[in-house]
């Protein structure tokens, strides 16, 4: 299954090097305009990038529908609800034992 993702994920890059290439960007010139460093953006053209750059790189391209398309199909739910919803359980410090002066 890992291979499996790896393939996905270098044709992905490889998606985004083409749609670079027809926008007529340079590395540079896009890494620039997407706020991205020149080695984020190679990094993504070889199928290893973190979501933040390719969020940004495809903005920059003008393909937020692909970004889109990866939304739920109802809006209803956004996973950045979650986090004020999720809180850590209470922790309870230690509690010291005291042995009376009798037990020895």
């Known amino acids: ?3 499996h993702d790896e393939e996905r994920a270098i044709s992905l890059g490889e998606s985004i090097r ?9 590395q540079s010139e896009l890494a620039e305009h997407a706020n991205v ?3 984020a953006l190679k990094n993504l053209e070889k199928g290893r990038a973190s979501i933040a750059t390719l969020v940004r790189v495809i903005h920059a391209l003008g393909h937020d529908a692909w970004l889109e398309s990866l939304a739920p199909a109802s809006n209803s739910f956004n996973p950045l ?9 209470p922790s309870r410090a230690p509690q010291r034992v005291r042995h009376s002066k009798n037990e020895s």
């Open 18 to 26: 083409s749609l670079r290439i027809q926008r007529r960007f340079t």
């Open 37 to 39: 460093s020149l080695g």
């Open 1 to 3: 299954m890992a291979n």
């Open 81 to 89: 609800d979650l986090i004020g919803q999720r809180r850590p359980a």
